[in-house]
């Protein structure tokens, strides 16, 4: 039997652009479409058996697969490694019963995050608060000692937006996960994440020495009466 994953690597994206678009007009369903996603569903019964329970009429599994795949489309779920990383995820759980479109979804980005090596949302949360903490023993944000480059990119943006916006827990864990979907979104595109660079301060258009780029950093903290960093 030809694998979903293969069908998907194959036609997904036309697919899930006919769907998306089928959806707003109530219009038939590809062949094509149906295709992929009576794999992909095989795939789902064999993972949750309970998953056609409720489903009395084939206009009723018809519905439940246009929602998935409308979903699929929304989300941007579009890869085979996207689908493949959601079905690692699926398999893992105990109950017989089929999850959301959402909560698939959020399996995907899941298993596409811990696939690129990144935190969880509760992990990175975890690290703000722990930036929060200990970034005024550094000259600045870019010398903390930051295990990988993705992550002072996500830490430092939300540090910067729980200042200017007062964000409290729920909202920061919220605004985690966005970051973290956006930065497993740069990596799946092959962007290069690049390494945190300290800024070398400059005096009438010149590099200032160690000793002088300090002296000028504690006057700027002396001023606006700073007692870390640079946050």
């Known amino acids: 039997m030809k694998s979903v994953m293969t069908a998907i690597n194959n036609r997904d994206a036309s697919a899930l652009q006919s769907m998306s678009n089928a959806g707003q007009e109530q219009q038939p369903i590809p062949d094509s479409t149906k295709h992929i996603f009576n794999e992909l569903f095989r795939q789902l019964k064999a993972a949750f058996p309970a ?8 206009d009723e599994l018809n519905e439940l697969r246009r929602q998935w795949l409308l979903a699929f489309a929304e989300n941007r779920i579009t890869t085979i490694e996207q689908v493949n990383s959601g079905m690692r995820i699926a398999r893992q759980q105990e109950t017989p019963f089929l999850p959301s479109p959402g909560l698939f ?15 969880t949302a509760s992990e990175l949360v975890t690290m703000v608060y722990e930036y929060c903490k200990r970034h005024g023993y550094y000259d600045s944000p870019e010398s903390y000692p930051w295990d990988k480059p993705e992550h002072y990119w996500m830490v430092t943006a939300l540090y910067s937006g729980i200042h200017a916006n007062g964000w409290n827990d729920g909202e920061l864990r919220r605004k985690a996960a966005t970051e973290l979907a956006a930065m497993a979104s740069r990596i799946s595109r092959g962007e290069h994440i690049p390494a945190p660079k300290v800024m070398i301060p400059t005096l009438g258009g010149k590099p200032l020495s160690q000793s002088q780029g300090l002296e000028k950093i504690s006057e700027l903290r002396a001023k606006h009466g700073l007692k870390g960093g640079a946050f």
């Open 51 to 58: 998953l056609t329970v409720n489903i009395k009429t084939q």
């Open 105 to 119: 979804i959020a399996w995907c980005r899941q298993g596409e995050q811990q696939r690129f090596g990144l935190p």
